[in-house]
C-alpha cells in the first residue's frame, strides 16, 4: 500500500469497528478516520481523526493531500428508516459524496475505493430466496434508489475510467459495540439490550419477517478481504451479493430464549415492515466466495451468545 487509508463515515455502526479493525492490521498511523462528529473514546485515541462533511470535496481533498491517502473507505450514508423522512437530504448525502470520491479516483489522486452497497438495491419485484447476483432491482425506499444508482456508477467508472473500486451489497449488520443508524434490521441489536435489562422486547417488524443478517465480525472480514483481494480477482464491479444468515424475529427471539428462558417478545410492526416487505429473505453469494473466497464465521447461536455477553458487558459498565 502506498499511502494511507482514509474512512470517511468513521464514527458510524460499521465505521467504527472497521477503522479499528484496519489500525490493528496496518498501523494505527496509517488510517485516518473522519466523520461530521466525533466518535468513541477507542476511536479517537487511537489514530488520526479529522471533522469532516462526506459532501464537501474539497475538505475532503484536502485530507487526501495532506495525510497521503491512497485508499478512501466511503462509509457515510443516510440509512433506509432514516432516510425515508428525510429524502432529498439522504440522496444528496449519499450520491454527492460517492461523486467526489470516484472523481478523486478518476483524476489518480487515490488508488483504491471502498464503497458499500446494501440488500435495500432490490424491491418488491426481486426474487425473495435466495436472491441472485444479476436479478430484477425495482427498490421502494430512498436508500435503496440511491445505493442502485450508486452500484452502475461504480461499474461505470470502472469500465470507463478504469477506477478499481470494489463494493458488497451489505446484509443487516448486528453489533454490540455501536448503536444501530436507523435501519430496518435495528430490531435485531435493540433485541439483545431489551432481552438483558427487561426481559421483553416488542418488535418492529412481523414475527415472520425474514431478512439477511450478518454479524459485524464478518462484515468487516468482508470488506477487509476485498480491498485485499487481486484486482483481477474482482470480476463485479457494481457491487457484490453478501450472505451469512437468514432469519425472522421470531427465530431470533427463540434462539435467545435458549439463553434466556423467561424471554418474552410481541410484535407491533410499523412502517419499517412496508421496507422488510420489500427486501429479499435470503442471499445467494456464490459469486464472492468464488471470486475472492469469501466465507462467513458466525452462525446464528454463536451470534446470540457474542452478543449477549458483549450486551452484558455494556450494560455493566454503564451503572
Same mark, same amino acid.
Given at each position: 500500500?502506498?499511502?494511507?487509508?482514509?474512512?470517511?463515515?468513521?464514527?458510524?455502526?460499521?465505521?467504527?469497528?472497521?477503522?479499528?479493525?484496519?489500525?490493528?492490521?496496518?498501523?494505527?498511523?496509517?488510517?485516518?478516520?473522519?466523520?461530521?462528529?466525533?466518535?468513541?473514546?477507542e476511536l479517537m485515541s487511537s489514530g488520526p481523526f479529522e471533522l469532516a462533511n462526506a459532501t464537501d470535496a474539497a475538505k475532503?481533498?484536502?485530507?487526501?493531500? %495532506?495525510?497521503?491517502?491512497? *485508499?478512501?473507505?466511503?462509509?457515510?450514508? /443516510?440509512?433506509?428508516?432514516? !432516510?425515508? #423522512? =428525510?429524502?432529498?437530504?439522504?440522496?444528496?448525502?449519499?450520491?454527492?459524496?460517492?461523486?467526489?470520491?470516484?472523481?478523486?479516483?478518476?483524476?489518480?489522486?487515490?488508488?483504491?475505493?471502498?464503497?458499500?452497497?446494501?440488500?435495500?438495491?432490490?424491491?418488491?419485484?426481486?426474487?425473495?430466496?435466495?436472491?441472485?447476483?444479476?436479478?430484477?432491482?425495482?427498490?421502494?425506499?430512498?436508500?435503496?434508489?440511491?445505493?442502485?444508482t450508486g452500484e452502475r456508477w461504480c461499474e461505470y467508472y470502472h469500465d470507463k475510467y478504469g477506477v478499481d473500486v470494489r463494493?458488497?451489497?451489505?446484509?443487516?449488520?448486528?453489533?454490540?459495540?455501536?448503536?444501530?443508524?436507523?435501519?430496518?434490521?435495528?430490531?435485531?441489536?435493540?433485541?439483545?439490550?431489551?432481552?438483558?435489562?427487561?426481559?421483553?422486547? %416488542?418488535?418492529?417488524?412481523? *414475527?415472520?419477517?425474514?431478512?439477511?443478517? /450478518?454479524?459485524?465480525?464478518? !462484515?468487516? #472480514? =468482508?470488506?477487509?478481504?476485498?480491498?485485499?483481494?487481486?484486482?483481477?480477482?474482482?470480476?463485479?464491479?457494481?457491487?457484490?451479493?453478501?450472505?451469512?444468515?437468514?432469519?425472522?424475529?421470531?427465530?431470533?427471539?427463540?434462539?435467545?430464549?435458549?439463553?434466556?428462558?423467561?424471554?418474552?417478545?410481541?410484535?407491533?410492526?410499523?412502517?419499517?415492515?412496508?421496507?422488510?416487505?420489500?427486501?429479499?429473505?435470503?442471499?445467494?453469494?456464490?459469486?464472492?466466495?468464488?471470486?475472492?473466497?469469501?466465507?462467513?464465521?458466525?452462525?446464528?447461536?454463536?451470534?446470540?451468545?457474542?452478543m449477549l455477553t458483549g450486551v452484558s458487558g455494556q450494560l455493566k459498565n454503564s451503572k
Amino acid at each position: 500500500m502506498a499511502g494511507k487509508i482514509l474512512i470517511i463515515g468513521a464514527c458510524g455502526q460499521i465505521g467504527t469497528e472497521l477503522t479499528l479493525k484496519l489500525r490493528d492490521l496496518y498501523g494505527n498511523d496509517q488510517v485516518v478516520a473522519s466523520d461530521i462528529r466525533e466518535g468513541n473514546e477507542e476511536l479517537m485515541s487511537s489514530g488520526p481523526f479529522e471533522l469532516a462533511n462526506a459532501t464537501d470535496a474539497a475538505k475532503i481533498e484536502a485530507l487526501i493531500d %495532506t495525510y497521503n491517502i491512497s *485508499e478512501v473507505y466511503l462509509m457515510a450514508a /443516510m440509512l433506509s428508516a432514516t !432516510a425515508e #423522512k =428525510a429524502p432529498m437530504k439522504a440522496w444528496n448525502l449519499n450520491m454527492d459524496s460517492l461523486f467526489h470520491i470516484l472523481n478523486f479516483a478518476k483524476d489518480k489522486k487515490i488508488e483504491k475505493v471502498f464503497w458499500p452497497s446494501s440488500i435495500a438495491v432490490f424491491g418488491p419485484t426481486t426474487p425473495k430466496n435466495d436472491t441472485p447476483q444479476t436479478t430484477i432491482m425495482e427498490p421502494s425506499t430512498v436508500y435503496g434508489i440511491s445505493k442502485q444508482t450508486g452500484e452502475r456508477w461504480c461499474e461505470y467508472y470502472h469500465d470507463k475510467y478504469g477506477v478499481d473500486v470494489r463494493s458488497i451489497r451489505y446484509p443487516g449488520i448486528i453489533s454490540y459495540k455501536t448503536l444501530p443508524g436507523g435501519g430496518t434490521t435495528d430490531y435485531a441489536i435493540e433485541i439483545f439490550h431489551e432481552a438483558l435489562k427487561n426481559k421483553e422486547y %416488542t418488535s418492529f417488524l412481523a *414475527e415472520d419477517a425474514g431478512l439477511p443478517m /450478518m454479524y459485524m465480525d464478518d !462484515a468487516i #472480514k =468482508a470488506t477487509v478481504d476485498i480491498m485485499a483481494a487481486a484486482s483481477e480477482k474482482i470480476k463485479v464491479r457494481s457491487s457484490y451479493n453478501l450472505s451469512a444468515l437468514s432469519f425472522t424475529p421470531k427465530i431470533l427471539a427463540e434462539a435467545i430464549q435458549k439463553e434466556i428462558p423467561e424471554f418474552k417478545i410481541a410484535y407491533q410492526p410499523d412502517f419499517r415492515q412496508k421496507i422488510a416487505d420489500s427486501w429479499p429473505s435470503s442471499i445467494n453469494d456464490s459469486e464472492a466466495r468464488k471470486d475472492w473466497n469469501w466465507k462467513h464465521e458466525f452462525d446464528l447461536q454463536n451470534l446470540v451468545k457474542e452478543m449477549l455477553t458483549g450486551v452484558s458487558g455494556q450494560l455493566k459498565n454503564s451503572k
